[in-house]
């Protein structure tokens, strides 16, 4: 089993930045694609970002392109997010890719989190 604690989330103002941390138990999560996916309020959960295990391949959802980086170090994920808007308010989940590239379909993740809540306010 891994565990995944995301962690960073709060309430900034339009404009501003957060830094949202990923922790996986395993060392699973070091040799697979580590994602980042969020749900907006009353919304499905949609894809944000993903990096391979290597951190040699990476995708963003053009929702967040130029705007969110992600990056690893082993087992853990970074998701530097600048330039927040409202439509970016959701609680954001750190997912273990099933294999060493991940793309922006849910079904190869396996292990997530409780979530990290973002809030931006206009």
């Known amino acids: 089993q891994v565990q995944v604690e995301e962690s960073g989330g709060g309430l900034v103002q339009a404009g501003g930045s957060l830094r949202l941390t990923c922790a996986a138990s395993?060392?699973?999560?070091?040799?697979?694609?580590l994602g980042w996916f969020r749900r907006p309020p009353g919304k499905d959960r949609e894809f944000v970002a993903s990096i391979s295990y290597n951190g040699g391949s990476i995708i963003y959802a053009d929702s967040v392109k130029g705007r969110f980086t992600i990056s690893r170090a082993r087992s853990s994920s970074y998701l530097q997010m600048n330039d927040l808007n409202s439509d970016d308010s959701a609680v954001y989940y750190c997912?273990?890719?099933?294999?060493?590239?991940?793309?922006?379909?849910?079904?190869?993740?396996?292990?997530w989190g409780q979530g990290t809540q973002v809030t931006v306010s206009a």
């Open positions: 395993r060392n699973t999560a070091s040799n697979n694609a």
């Open positions: 997912e273990v890719g099933l294999r060493p590239y991940a793309g922006r379909d849910s079904t190869g993740y396996s292990y």
